[in-house]
């Protein structure tokens, strides 16, 4: 396979605008989720203003206008691609991505396979840069945009193609988003840090380094009766404060 497909920053905001994540999120994941359109970063950190950023709108004829600039008008040309996913999660990920080869077909005409790998194996191959296109998520490990930031970090990748890049799996380098992310990093005010971010994130969307399709989003059942359980994006729960009032109570107060 031609594996320079995506040295074209054409071809990539080309797919970006060929996928119609609003419906993804609406019919395949059930409303499960928040359409990937902000960049890399999801819009839930506080003093993060996610919606000040140009994300991706679904624009078939911008998406086709891109294709034909990067050489491949109407799909013409465009080699056999494959998608590699991940089992595990239920069937999500191949129904996201049965989605996601059926509107690059119609919207590009381009031919998508799909080719599903256990995690192991799929991670292996994209870490060690043999997948060409392929399924990735990422949780935060705390509560910083820096957590999803770093993994489009240049300096996190590898000195060999060979050896694995754990973080930047994509190997994706531009030296402006490097510069504003190191910034970042040795701001202390947090309002000028998170300008920063933003600002990096801004180049990455404008460089299409990524395909961002939903953010994820979870529901937790708690019993009416329940008191000091908060919900929080970090699922970190003190038990030590819990407590439960009966449940007469809590319907007389709900």
């Given at each position: 396979i031609q594996s320079?497909i995506?040295?074209?920053?054409?071809?990539?905001l080309a797919?970006?605008?060929a996928?119609d994540?609003e419906?993804?999120?609406t019919?395949?994941?059930?409303g499960?989720?928040?359409?990937g359109?902000y960049?890399?970063?999801?819009?839930t950190?506080k003093?993060?203003?996610?919606?000040?950023?140009k994300g991706y709108?679904f624009?078939?004829?911008?998406a086709?206008?891109y294709?034909a600039?990067g050489?491949y008008?109407?799909?013409k040309?465009?080699?056999?691609?494959?998608?590699q996913?991940n089992?595990?999660?239920?069937?999500?990920?191949?129904?996201?991505?049965?989605v996601?080869?059926?509107m690059l077909?119609?919207?590009?005409?381009?031919d998508i396979e799909?080719?599903?790998?256990?995690?192991?194996?799929h991670?292996e191959?994209?870490?060690?840069?043999?997948?060409?296109?392929w399924r990735?998520g990422?949780n935060?490990?705390?509560p910083d945009p820096e957590?999803?930031?770093?993994l489009?970090?240049s300096?996190?990748?590898?000195?060999?193609l060979?050896?694995?890049?754990y973080?930047?799996?994509?190997r994706y380098?531009n030296?402006?988003?490097?510069?504003l992310y190191?910034a970042?990093m040795?701001e202390?005010d947090?309002?000028k840090r998170?300008?920063?971010?933003?600002?990096?994130?801004?180049?990455?969307?404008?460089?299409a380094?990524?395909m961002?399709?939903?953010?994820d989003?979870?529901?937790?059942?708690?019993q009416i009766?329940v008191?000091?359980f908060?919900?929080n994006?970090?699922e970190y729960?003190?038990?030590t404060?819990?407590y439960?009032?009966p449940?007469?109570?809590?319907?007389k107060?709900?």
């Amino acid at each position: 396979i031609q594996s320079d497909i995506f040295d074209k920053k054409e071809v990539r905001l080309a797919f970006n605008y060929a996928i119609d994540r609003e419906k993804i999120v609406t019919y395949t994941l059930q409303g499960e989720g928040i359409p990937g359109i902000y960049g890399i970063v999801p819009p839930t950190f506080k003093d993060y203003d996610s919606k000040s950023l140009k994300g991706y709108t679904f624009d078939v004829d911008k998406a086709r206008k891109y294709l034909a600039a990067g050489g491949y008008p109407n799909g013409k040309g465009f080699p056999k691609l494959t998608l590699q996913i991940n089992s595990g999660g239920g069937d999500r990920n191949i129904q996201t991505g049965e989605v996601i080869q059926k509107m690059l077909k119609e919207n590009l005409n381009i031919d998508i396979e799909l080719n599903v790998l256990p995690f192991a194996e799929h991670l292996e191959s994209m870490e060690t840069g043999k997948s060409l296109f392929w399924r990735t998520g990422w949780n935060a490990d705390y509560p910083d945009p820096e957590t999803f930031l770093s993994l489009l970090y240049s300096k996190n990748i590898p000195k060999n193609l060979s050896d694995k890049s754990y973080l930047n799996s994509g190997r994706y380098r531009n030296a402006k988003f490097d510069s504003l992310y190191s910034a970042a990093m040795q701001e202390v005010d947090v309002k000028k840090r998170m300008n920063l971010y933003l600002q990096a994130d801004q180049v990455a969307i404008d460089d299409a380094a990524i395909m961002p399709i939903f953010y994820d989003e979870n529901y937790r059942l708690v019993q009416i009766n329940v008191r000091s359980f908060p919900v929080n994006p970090m699922e970190y729960r003190d038990l030590t404060r819990v407590y439960f009032i009966p449940k007469a109570e809590a319907q007389k107060r709900n």
